[in-house]
């Protein structure tokens, strides 16, 4: 019987990731699938911080500030916002995975970590 070569006797090193369960898309995509992902990724903490300061910026607006409000709604969710009306305070951890029909009145809290 020949002897097993050096570099087969061994499997070959899973990534990081892999290793401890993760698979190897994005934080983002494996988030939005509902999968294992590492919420301190850079893109996730930099989307979260985001939807901080929109949140924070429309939560601050007086009522008389409409054209305000829907600019921040706007730039805030992934998809509609320009018939939504929104009462703050208002927040959601990202605003970008949010999509919404028309005539929309959300309640006070989304949570927006899947699809």
């Known amino acids: 019987m020949a002897p097993t070569p050096?570099?087969?006797?061994?499997?070959?090193?899973?990534?990081?990731r892999a290793s401890i369960g993760l698979s190897l898309n994005t934080?983002?995509?494996n988030m939005l699938a509902g999968e294992l992902y590492d919420p301190m990724d850079a893109e996730l903490v930099a989307g979260r911080e985001r939807a901080r300061d929109l949140c924070q910026a429309l939560n601050a607006t007086r009522e008389a500030a409409q054209v305000e409000r829907r600019r921040l709604v706007q730039e805030l969710f992934g998809a509609g916002g320009d018939t939504v009306w929104l009462q703050?305070?208002?927040?959601?951890?990202?605003?970008?995975?949010?999509?919404?029909?028309?005539?929309?009145?959300?309640?006070?809290?989304?949570?927006?970590?899947?699809?």
């Open 27 to 29: 934080a983002r995509q």
């Open 88 to 115: 703050p305070p208002f927040f959601c951890d990202y605003g970008s995975n949010i999509e919404l029909g028309r005539r929309v009145f959300p309640c006070r809290v989304i949570r927006d970590i899947t699809e």
């Open 6 to 16: 050096p570099n087969a006797r061994h499997a070959p090193a899973k990534p990081w």
